[in-house]
């Protein structure tokens, strides 16, 4: 079988056993391609996690391909059609951990590069490629660290684009734009443990939470706007109790908001204050921010990724800022333009993950004409 070169570097990529917080060598084969194209490539390792900042050039613009090489774990293998780890073409189709999110883009990258400086040999600004191990996981020694240990030598980026599977239906049908914020709460209700034959002896926990909660779950938080859906809230844990015959003395609640630019972290965690004061509850709450809203408006950036999707396609593109969150959170607020663009995200962390083999080619091609648009 006549494979591209895109689909040969994807499958060599799958190949690698790179669970997070693991690279298992695949941002080591990326250099090896991006390196004889001029590319200077500086490993960051943050406690366990591989990064690789690689750039060619020195001057401005920078337009740089962001991205992860790990990938989330395949549970129980013998339910998989093929090898997670083995890829496999069948139908069309590359199958594989990762084949999605995201070691086609990965691939898609390197080749859209090889191409471009090929026929750019002169081309203007810098290209760059930040990849990390670590994103699939905390998400705390990979992109955010990179970030800003260029941030603190004054290193920009002008345009950023995230090779995550943003399309629906067909590869460019959708690019996401920007990203709704992502707040945790973890809250713990406290009250007195006791036999359920006595509860006048005892405070049941559960309880004492339940309105509350329900009074969360039906709150309104904001309309959204014409870029975001509006902001909600999901408990996503409860526990309590320790036997049948026991009252609760203490109830744990986490929750979530997905917000858009209407909302504040600082606002939504005064406001569930606020409900959760009304009731009177003898509480601890604690607070994780994972990041907040951002959002490229129409730019240079939007404007090439749209040209270059119709140029190699045909098809306009629709742009979104649903779903959840990206690496894209860490690079927004320098300043960079951001936009996702990758490949069918249906089968993304599932069972048999897959793509469609002739959209990463696809891909390649939309990337290298990004790069026409933006640096030739």
Not at 141 to 148: E, N, P
């Amino acid at each position: 079988m006549n494979l591209s070169p895109t689909i040969e570097l994807a499958m060599d990529l799958i190949r690698r056993r790179s669970v997070t917080p693991d690279d298992a060598g695949c941002q080591e084969l990326m250099m090896s391609r991006l390196k004889p194209l001029g590319f200077a490539g500086e490993s960051m390792r943050f406690g366990d996690t591989d990064n690789l900042w690689a750039r060619k050039g020195s001057r401005g613009p920078v337009l740089a391909f962001a991205g992860h090489t790990d990938v989330v774990p395949t549970g129980p293998e013998q339910n998989w059609s093929v090898k997670p780890f083995e890829p496999t073409i069948r139908e069309g189709y590359l199958y594989g951990r990762g084949a999605a999110d995201m070691k086609g883009s990965l691939a898609a990258f390197v080749t859209a590069c090889e191409r471009f400086v090929a026929t750019h040999p002169e081309h203007r600004g810098s290209i760059a490629l930040l990849i990390t191990s670590d994103e699939e996981g905390p998400a705390q020694d990979g992109t955010v660290r990179v970030i800003d240990a260029l941030e603190a030598r004054n290193e920009k980026m002008d345009w950023c684009l995230v090779g995550e599977p943003s399309s629906t239906h067909q590869v460019g049908d959708t690019i996401k734009n920007g990203r709704r914020g992502s707040l945790h709460g973890y809250l713990t209700v406290k009250g007195t443990q006791g036999h359920v034959a006595y509860p006048h002896l005892a405070e049941n926990a559960v309880h004492a939470v339940a309105p509350a909660l329900d009074a969360l779950a039906r709150e309104f938080w904001d309309n959204g706007n014409d870029y975001f859906p509006p902001t909600t809230f999901q408990i996503t844990r409860v526990e309590a109790g320790t036997g049948s015959n026991i009252i609760p003395g203490e109830c744990l609640v986490h929750f979530n908001f997905r917000y858009c630019t209407e909302n504040t972290a600082e606002s939504l965690e005064e406001r569930v204050v606020a409900i959760l004061d009304r009731f009177g509850l003898n509480y601890d709450l604690q607070w994780h921010l994972s990041g907040r809203p951002f959002l490229t408006d129409k730019g240079a950036l939007v404007s090439a990724a749209e040209s270059a999707i119709r140029a190699v396609t045909g098809r306009s593109t629709e742009l979104s800022t649903a779903g959840g969150t990206s690496d894209g959170r860490f690079i927004a607020p320098t300043g960079a333009q951001v936009v996702e663009l990758g490949p069918v995200n249906a089968t993304i962390h599932k069972v048999d993950e897959c793509v469609k083999a002739e959209d990463l080619d696809t891909l390649s091609e939309i990337y290298e004409q990004i790069l026409v648009e933006l640096l030739g």
